[in-house]
């Protein structure tokens, strides 16, 4: 089981959202980078990084941030998502140091893209289905898709993809625990590694995920849960 520590980035800033409210916004680290900084000396060795601005936006407003970071720590391996919407800018991502770039909105809107780019870059590709009540949600979360994300994952999980990242929007950023059942439901019906996400909140949480890895389920991404101390990667370690 890998813990995935968050960097969202927001203005230029480490933040976290709640639901992901683009106005319910708390600010842990005015400099991303130290922020990276900060799991890295943890011993963390995978960091999640999110262009909020840029899922917004649909395009790629904090790259710099995220090339610094894998600049100064090239060995550390790193996935990012938010405004992604062309080849080329995977392209720069990967050429930067980027280990894995996550496709959601494009990805669901357009699934002819999702399978060029995992023809075109076979295992750097991770697909971020964000859902609520079991939908797909799109542009930042703004709007709910007519996709079931179960059905989506089911439908394309014979591409070459690196994973799929499962959010569930209603327990993101609220500490009120991880939605096991939902993400294990999805990795089972897939043959693709799942990355749990939204809703970790303490050491049970990482209990119950270790408690699903047989049905496909190898990591989680945490953000608030690290940045407010109800649960820290040295629990997770003595754990594990």
């Known amino acids: 089981m890998l813990i ?3 960097i969202d980035i927001k203005d230029g800033q480490c933040v976290r959202l ?3 409210d683009m106005d319910d916004v708390t600010v842990f680290n005015h400099d991303p980078l130290a922020a990276a900084t900060a799991w890295v000396e943890q011993g963390t060795q995978r960091l999640h990084l999110v262009d909020l601005d840029g899922a917004v936006k649909g395009s790629a407003v904090n790259a710099n941030i995220v090339k610094n970071i894998c600049k100064k720590y090239p060995n550390l391996t790193v996935q990012i998502g938010g405004g992604i919407r062309n080849i080329a800018t995977i392209e720069e991502y990967l050429a930067a140091g980027v280990n894995y770039v996550i496709l959601g909105t494009k990805a669901v809107n357009n699934p002819e893209f999702l ?3 995992a023809t075109l870059f076979p295992h750097k590709i991770i697909l971020g289905l964000d859902a609520k009540d079991g939908y797909i949600s799109i542009d930042g979360w703004k709007t709910t898709s007519k996709h079931r994300a179960i059905d989506f994952a089911q439908q394309h999980n014979t591409l070459p993809l690196a994973a799929i990242i499962y959010t569930d929007i ?3 950023g609220m500490m009120q625990g ?3 059942q939902a993400t294990a439901a999805l990795a089972k019906a897939t043959k693709l590694p799942v990355i749990a996400s939204g809703g970790v909140t ?4 990482v209990k119950i995920l270790c408690a699903c890895e047989q049905e496909g389920i190898v990591g989680a991404i945490v953000g608030r849960a690290l940045y407010e101390g109800t649960l820290s ?3 997770v370690k003595d754990y594990l």
Do not use: K, M
């Open 233 to 235: 990667l040295s629990q």
């Open 4 to 6: 995935i520590p968050a």
């Open 178 to 180: 991880v939605n096991a």
């Open 18 to 20: 709640r639901q992901g």
């Open 115 to 117: 399978q060029q780019a």
């Open 202 to 205: 303490n050491l049970d949480d």
């Open 170 to 172: 209603s327990r993101d």
